[in-house]
């Protein structure tokens, strides 16, 4: 990713706590800097060792009311793998759904959106948006299981 591409998800990132009423305090910015410049999935474990080092007065519990509230804004998106709940910056520049690798979190995206095939949903229902993502394994960890795995006889 590149720096520009960083400054653009902060950006992004501020905008919509600001839209939200949020003050934007430093530890706010700290937040926006960490998902923009990581790009990888985060436990909320992960951003409160982060965050502790520059605000040793931080409590685990604000980081993780803070990561909820910026999933629920859709700042952030949430995603249950096999170690716990992670989150990762959302993807606000364009529609787009992902593959996950669940051995080594790396993400593919693609422009297929699968809710062009969604038929008989309740006409009073409204959507206000949608997900969609594939998990399994990419070629670099299903060949390595596979290697990894004994052989019959």
Partial sequence: ???????????????AMAQQGWRITEQRRSLATLF?????YLSPKDVYEYMKIKYPGVSFDTVYRNLRLLSEMGVLEQFHLADGLKFKAS????????????????????EFCPMKLVQDLPESFEIQSHRFEIFGYCSECKSSAAAAAPIEH
């Fill in 1 to 15: 990713m590149q720096v520009g591409t960083h400054t653009h998800t902060i950006d992004e990132m501020l905008k």
């Fill in 36 to 40: 923009a410049e990581s790009g990888s």
């Fill in 91 to 110: 993807c606000l520049s364009h529609h787009h759904h992902h593959m996950i690798c669940v051995g080594c979190e790396k993400t593919v995206t693609f």
